[in-house]
């Protein structure tokens, strides 16, 4: 799972960013050709090496969250290797391709919150849909619970799968996990409020009560999480290992810890 919170633009990959990373994986170049002498000569191919740098470069272009032009790319990499001058410097270049992000992720950002304006309009009158807020929380109870009841500032013990309106699964729990609902996103910490132990829902929540055009996640998702409470308070030693230990929260838990604003600033700096 993703480490950081962040807002989602993704970086510019720039010639001089890559050749740093080629610079710091040559370092350990002589170790691996030491571990993989059965491949020694048949990666000395440099027609391979050739299209399988396209790929990286291919890979990179395809994490920038627009399309390219990829004629005029092989173009400009044909006009490199012959000496000629390129139609942007490179500073020009990276501002450029900073500006259409920010034009894609606005637009993309656009596009989510109608979707999620219109589902939640129209989950509404859906069979056993709760609302706990208008057209901004919503929850359906999937499996009756008969224990303690969550509370808020509880740090209950849950197993949970985070997924978007497609089904298509962003994060999970890969155990019985421990959280602070004073640390997690809105839509969770109140819609889990009130859930027995024992007791499975799906969560429907609005971005306004998620990570809106912040975290790591695409801008103004919609998001649905299917959430099991095995206890529903900790007992106090394990709140305290929760405060000992923050990567609980800000490694495996990612998907419903509330974004770190001051992170998301240093990083669009």
Same mark, same amino acid.
Request: proline share 4%; net charge negative; glycine share 8%.
């Given at each position: 799972?993703?480490?950081?919170?962040?807002?989602?633009?993704?970086?510019?990959?720039?010639?001089?960013?890559?050749?740093?990373?080629?610079?710091?994986?040559?370092?350990?170049?002589?170790?691996?050709?030491?571990?993989?002498?059965?491949?020694?000569?048949?990666?000395?191919?440099?027609?391979?090496?050739?299209?399988?740098?396209?790929?990286?470069?291919?890979?990179?272009?395809?994490?920038?969250? $627009?399309?390219?032009?990829?004629?005029?790319?092989?173009?400009?990499?044909?006009?490199?290797?012959?000496?000629?001058?390129?139609?942007?410097?490179?500073?020009?270049?990276?501002?450029?391709?900073?500006?259409?992000?920010?034009?894609?992720?606005?637009?993309?950002?656009?596009?989510?919150?109608?979707?999620?304006?219109?589902?939640?309009?129209?989950?509404?009158?859906?069979?056993?849909?709760?609302?706990?807020?208008?057209?901004?929380?919503?929850?359906?109870?999937?499996?009756?619970?008969?224990?303690?009841?969550?509370?808020?500032?509880?740090?209950?013990?849950?197993?949970?799968?985070?997924? $978007?309106?497609?089904?298509?699964?962003?994060?999970?729990?890969?155990?019985?996990?421990?959280?602070?609902?004073?640390?997690?996103?809105?839509?969770?910490?109140?819609?889990?409020?009130?859930?027995?132990?024992?007791?499975?829902?799906?969560?429907?929540?609005?971005?306004?009560?998620?990570?809106?055009?912040?975290?790591?996640?695409?801008?103004?998702?919609?998001?649905?999480?299917?959430?099991?409470?095995?206890?529903?308070?900790?007992?106090?030693?394990?709140?305290?290992?929760?405060?000992?230990?923050?990567?609980?929260?800000?490694?495996?838990?990612?998907?419903?810890?509330?974004?770190?604003?001051?992170?998301?600033?240093?990083?669009?700096?």
């Amino acid at each position: 799972m993703v480490m950081l919170i962040k807002r989602f633009l993704l970086p510019v990959v720039t010639g001089l960013t890559l050749s740093a990373s080629l610079s710091a994986h040559t370092h350990g170049t002589e170790m691996a050709v030491e571990q993989s002498e059965e491949l020694k000569e048949e990666n000395l191919d440099l027609g391979k090496i050739s299209e399988s740098f396209g790929f990286l470069i291919g890979k990179n272009l395809d994490s920038l969250g $627009f399309e390219f032009d990829m004629e005029r790319v092989v173009k400009g990499i044909q006009g490199c290797a012959a000496g000629k001058e390129p139609p942007m410097s490179e500073t020009e270049c990276v501002q450029a391709i900073s500006m259409v992000q920010e034009r894609a992720f606005q637009k993309l950002a656009k596009e989510n919150l109608e979707l999620a304006n219109h589902f939640m309009e129209k989950n509404k009158v859906e069979a056993n849909i709760v609302q706990l807020e208008e057209g901004k929380l919503q929850y359906r109870v999937e499996r009756e619970g008969n224990g303690e009841t969550v509370q808020p500032h509880f740090s209950p013990l849950i197993r949970y799968t985070g997924k $978007f309106v497609d089904g298509k699964v962003f994060g999970s729990s890969k155990e019985d996990e421990l959280i602070s609902l004073d640390d997690t996103i809105q839509g969770f910490s109140k819609g889990i409020v009130g859930m027995k132990e024992g007791e499975k829902r799906t969560l429907f929540i609005h971005p306004t009560l998620g990570y809106g055009t912040q975290g790591y996640l695409p801008p103004n998702m919609l998001l649905t999480f299917e959430i099991e409470v095995v206890k529903a308070n900790a007992p106090k030693k394990d709140e305290e290992a929760l405060s000992n230990h923050v990567d609980i929260l800000e490694g495996d838990t990612t998907e419903i810890a509330e974004p770190d604003l001051k992170a998301t600033e240093e990083v669009m700096q």
